[in-house]
């Protein structure tokens, strides 16, 4: 999944709405799962993006300072309960941390490890398929400077036609040593090419928080089963 977002404004401590220096983000993502068995999953994934943050270097004078980052994960999730409308899994994922790619920043974020709880539902309604899930998740981070996050996602999806498939998601953060937090959502189309490839396009935006950037942009993916 490739994806950019842009931001001029951000939240404050209180939530309000304020200007802040110009944001671009550039972000390369990519997953991997593998099903051991029908119990236990393998998950993997890699993330590159660049980050560009208005600097004045003069007075008056502004300039983009751009830092290129990237991290790995690696774990497993498993199935807890199954039942024929339900399913919940637990997962626990290890975070490398980010590094800059120049070798003179800070990197980006610690070592982490991540657990969490995934709650599924599907159904059918007037013939159309229709499905909930529901992921709550508490990242801890090794390093003591860096704060551990509650994460809270959620998505709504169907399928009106056998070979589309509509998105509605949310994706909230909370730093638990500070106050810091965002909110946003997200509207997806996603696209069935053939059996074993689907084409998403995403928008993007953070609709709240605190001491946070406000990112609009969107997103396009390639999801491939094997």
Sequence with gaps: MSSFTYGDHGFDDKGKLISVPEYRKFELRGGFEYGLRSWLTLVAEADLREESVEQEVLPNFYQPEANSYGAIGAGARLQLFKAPNWVLSGQLVGLSGGFASSGL????????????????YGTNIYGKRVFADLQAAYRFRVQEKDSDEIKVDFTLGTRPRPRWMLLAQS????????????????GSVVRKVNDKMQIA???????????????LGGSIGFWYTY
Excluded: Q
């Design 105 to 120: 920043k800070a990197p980006s974020d610690g070592p982490a490890v991540e657990t969490r709880l995934l709650a599924g």
């Design 171 to 186: 994706f909230s953060t909370w730093e638990t040593d500070n106050d810091v937090s965002y909110h946003k959502v997200s």
């Design 201 to 215: 396009v995403s928008g993007i935006a953070t609709v709240a928080g605190r001491n946070a950037v406000r990112e």
